[in-house]
């Protein structure tokens, strides 16, 4: 079945020791976006991949950063993690329907981040 | 600024009690209201998309509809598998295809 993945599942890591989570997707959609959750709240949106071309929303802090070296995969890069960023970091995909129809985004299972 | 507003914010139900969860949205032009479940610790599982008003749209027990302001999910003889929260989303017409998300309903359902 196509799908999105992400890994891992449950990540641990030390306050300031940069940590990277990954997606990867089999729907061969050209959008990808990552979002931020944190408990009983909506997810955030901090940014987005259409197609090779990076866009950041505006209160995304420096610290997270993205790599998209392909179709398929897009990495979140948080460079110095602090105990505000423990979260769950969610991985969507989308493609761009033309005709300005509705435009679905499917999301991972996510990853669970835990700062110590 | 679009905005989302889902109600009420926790629900608890008796199986079989029908109910409905409620959405109410300003958008700059609506391009897509979106539902999605989402269980503890997974991600969004998409539901349903609406963009006309009047539009329905039903999977099992779940029943969604659009006005020009809101939307309503309708659950109707639910059962315990049903528990999770239900987060509600648009999608502008102008600029980028961002989602705009409720902060979600969270609906238990007991036996």
């Known amino acids: 079945d196509a799908m999105v993945i992400q890994n891992p599942r449950y990540q641990v890591t030390q306050f300031g020791k940069p940590v990277t989570l990954s997606c990867s997707q089999t729907l061969n959609h050209n959008v990808m976006y990552w979002y931020q959750q944190k408990s009983s709240q909506a997810p955030k949106l901090l940014f987005h991949?259409?197609?090779?071309?990076?866009?950041n929303e505006a209160d995304t802090p420096d610290n997270f950063q993205s790599r998209r070296p392909n179709t398929s995969f897009c990495f979140l890069d948080i460079r110095s993690p602090g105990l505000g960023d423990a979260a769950m970091y969610l991985c969507?995909?989308?493609?761009?329907?033309?005709?300005?129809?509705?435009?679905?985004?499917?999301f991972g299972p996510g990853t669970r981040l835990t700062v110590l | 600024e679009d905005q989302v507003t889902q109600s009420p914010e926790a629900l608890r139900l008796q199986e079989g009690e029908s109910s409905s969860l409620n959405c109410s949205y300003t958008v700059s032009g609506l391009r897509g209201l979106f539902w999605y479940r989402q269980d503890p610790g997974k991600g969004p599982e998409f539901l349903f998309t609406?963009?006309?008003a009047g539009e329905e749209k039903e999977k099992e027990r779940l029943k969604a509809t659009l006005t020009k302001k809101e939307s309503f999910l309708h659950i109707t003889a639910p059962k315990p598998e049903d528990s999770a929260t239900y987060l509600c989303a648009v999608q502008a017409r102008t600029g980028f295809q961002k989602l705009v998300f409720g902060t979600g309903t969270r609906l238990l359902v007991s036996p």
């Open positions: 609406l963009y006309s």
């Open positions: 969507a995909t989308s493609t761009d329907l033309a005709g300005g129809k509705p435009d679905t985004q499917y």
């Open positions: 991949y259409y197609d090779k071309d990076f866009n």
